[in-house]
């Protein structure tokens, strides 16, 4: 059974703060890569950041030197940590797994809504 399960998300005031977190299980947690999404309403789904079992990882140019994506490959967890938080953060952000940073994702979560005024 495979399963991404996504926690953390509320509502904050622009500069806040925000650690999302995504709990992997069954297949999803043996995938390389793992990775951030958002979508704002009446847009598309966007990367926001991913990392990979090697270690690699990258960020969406808006959320640079603001958001660190790491993993806890003990617990099988992946965590994205906001910081100075802006009102254009606000979304869905949905947690991948899939086969590289970039690629097709394989399985997702069912979101988490972050709010930012």
């Known amino acids: 059974h495979v399963q991404l399960v996504e926690s953390g998300g509320g509502s904050v005031q622009a500069g806040g703060s925000l650690r999302l977190s995504c709990a992997a299980s069954g297949s999803a947690s043996t995938s390389n890569c793992m990775a951030w999404f958002r979508q704002a309403p009446g847009k598309e789904r966007e990367e926001v950041g991913c990392i990979e079992d090697e270690g690699y990882s990258k960020y969406a140019e808006a959320v640079k030197g603001r958001f660190t994506i790491s993993k806890d490959n003990a617990e099988d967890t992946l965590y994205l940590e906001m910081s100075n938080l802006r009102p254009e953060d606000s979304g869905t952000y949905y947690c991948?797994?899939?086969?590289?940073?970039?690629?097709?994702?394989?399985?997702w979560g069912q979101g988490t809504q972050v709010t930012v005024s």
């Open positions: 991948g797994t899939g086969p590289l940073c970039g690629a097709k994702m394989w399985y």
